[in-house]
Structure formats: structure tokens, C-alpha cells
């Protein structure tokens, strides 16, 4: 299933011992539909703020439900803040975290004078002037293979920090700026790390040229700032064709699968 959510209620995605996470709405959506207890399997973790235009998750079911009404059926067991897009039925050897092979993540940032109030939970708000040009030059040098131990929160329990990034982009929408960033993975904070780096890089405390060393050095306190959760998304999932089901419609699906 594809599944998108605003994150600002919840303790991120993953069941937590504290409760109240997407995961937890989401099996009890489907205790009350099939009176099944299963775990689903996310396609990666949110933090505690972060939304996901396109999170993946799957699970075995013994329930007889067609696979094409379990959308409509499972989304009128779960709050108005989180949706499933899509259901498929995949093949066995699916895996919504092992099988993905690129990520993407969105964080937006809100360049008016004043917030917008109805956009406040979706976007940071820096109302200071930044450097867009500096942020797209520094933001391609993370691009390739490197070592992400300086942009990964200390916390990190990986035991390799090495990571591909594929693609980085900036959107400019009026007032609005996105940050796109597409990898193979993404370690714990990476995403909210590079965001706030780039901002920094954007008010000139940071050159683009200083990414390189950065990265060479492995140390956290060489980045920028961890930046606020509520900015972040989880833009999309993408997986080889031959483990996923492709003809998913073009508009409002946020699952895409590899062409090559």
C-alpha cells in the first residue's frame, strides 16, 4: 500500500513504545477491518512532525478482500489526516524496505515576511534572505557515493554511514522553496541535516565549496543544524518493476516503480 499522512500529530511513523504512530493507526485500521493482529512493514521510518506524500508499507493477509477495494475500505477506518492512495497485491518476495531501491524526500521552506497560517505545519519559515544559487551549487556536491557520518545525527546506529545520492534538486514555488533530495537511503536526521546545512550555505555562513570537506571530515559538528521536522516529507518510493505492480494511475500516486 501507498499511504500519506500529516505527520504533525504523531511520533513519526514506526510503532513506538509511547504509542500514537502511523504504524499503530494503521494496524488497528486493520484489526477492525479483517480482526486480523498483523505488523505491517514500512518502506523506511519518519520522525516524530514528518509527513509522507508517498510512504510504502506492506503485509500478509489472510483476508479475501480484493486487493482493488482495500483503499476505499481501510481508509474508513483511519483518520481524516491519513490516507492510503494505493493497494496492490505484490509478489511474494515484496519487501517495502529491502526492495526499495531510491528514496525521495521534500523539505520546504516558507521565504515570506510572515508565515503562512495555514501552510505553518508543511514549511519552515526563514523570512531572512537566502542565497538560492550558493544552496543548488552546494547542494550537488552531495551527489554520488560518500561516507554521510557528518550529516547524520550521533544517535545513528548503522553500522556503515556510506550512502548514493542520486539527485538533488531546489524548486522555486512564489515564496516557497523545495529541496529535493533522491538516494538509495537515508540514515537517521541525513535529510533535516543537509536542509539545514543548505540554509546555512544560504545566509553565507557556509560556503558550497566547504560540502567536500565536510563530507571527507566524518564529524557531525561540521555540519549546519538539524532543521525542524515539520519542513520534511517523504516524497516517493520506487522499486524494480518486477516487484511491484506499475499500472498505478499518474495522478495522486505517489509510488513509482523503476523503469530501468
Known sequence: MVVSYDGTAYSGFQSQPSGNTI???????IKTLTGEELRIIGSGRTDAGVHARGQVFNFHTESRIPAERWALAINTRLPDNI???EAWEAPEAFHARHSAKRKTYRYTIDRRK???VFGRHYAFHHP???DVAAMREAFAHLVGEHDFTTFTSIQSTQPSHVRTIFETRIEEED???HLFVTGSGFLYNMVRIIAGTMMWV???KMSPQDIPAMLAAKERACSGPTAMAHGLML??????P???RLELSPEGSAFNGLNG
Open 175 to 177: 515564496q516557497l522553496l
Open 128 to 130: 531572512t534572505r537566502l
Open 202 to 204: 544560504g545566509e553565507g
Open 23 to 29: 504504524q499503530d493507526i494503521v494496524e488497528a485500521a
Open 235 to 240: 516524497w516517493s518510493v520506487e522499486y524494480p
Open 83 to 85: 490516507v492510503v492512495l
Open 242 to 244: 518486477e516487484e511491484c
Open 114 to 116: 510572515f508565515p503562512d
